[in-house]
């Protein structure tokens, strides 16, 4: 099994995607390597692209402000994306291009080996727990498979565009957090 130093040296010379071509950095990800929850975006955008870091936009300062208000700093989590190389113009993955990259998320998640795991975004939850789910209908219901806890909440970046959905997300946060209060109480015990 890789270590996360080792599969980041792999992610950095990978071209097997048209992304490659176009990234200024890989964003592979960042956080504590013993993580209780694991969030998952979709890809850089123009500022993780720049920094090679997840969420350091608007979205990321959000995002920062969202898992405070639980009680957690980011580096009590940890933060990756389906693809670790920036779509053009910020669009959304291609499904061939999340095929080929969400190996290297597998990887992460069986060497950090979360409890919980947390879509930001449509594009994370269907790659993660259903190619057909629906963030508006399907966001905040948690589902199991194996030992994780997953569930799905909107994407900081649609909420900055769409401020009415703050309170359902802000639901969704809470859950996430009585979530972790659970498994942890279970492993007291």
């Known amino acids: 099994m890789y270590t996360l130093e080792e599969l980041q040296a792999i992610v950095n010379k990978c071209y097997r995607c048209p992304l490659s071509k176009t990234r200024t950095n890989v964003v ?7 993580a209780t929850i694991m ?9 993780e692209d720049k920094t090679g870091r997840p969420f350091v936009g608007k979205a990321g300062k959000l995002f920062d402000n969202m898992i405070g208000a ?3 700093k980011r580096q009590d989590t940890y933060i990756g994306n389906i693809v670790k190389c920036r779509p053009p113009n910020n669009r959304n993955p291609l499904e061939e291009e999340s095929k080929i990259c969400i190996e290297f998320l597998r990887w992460q998640v069986k060497i950090i080996d979360p409890d919980i795991i947390i879509c930001l975004g449509a594009v994370a939850a269907r790659n993660i727990i259903d190619k057909n789910f629906r963030i508006t209908k399907n966001r905040g219901t948690w589902y199991t498979k194996g030992k994780f806890n997953i569930m799905a909440t909107y994407h900081p970046a649609a909420l900055l565009r769409d401020e009415s959905k703050k309170k359902d997300a802000w639901k969704d946060f809470k859950s996430i957090h009585n979530m972790y209060k659970e498994i942890s109480e279970r492993r007291i015990k």
């Open 70 to 72: 639980i009680g957690f």
């Open 28 to 34: 592979f990800g960042e956080g504590n390597k013993n």
């Open 39 to 47: 969030f998952v975006g979709e890809g850089p955008g123009y500022y």
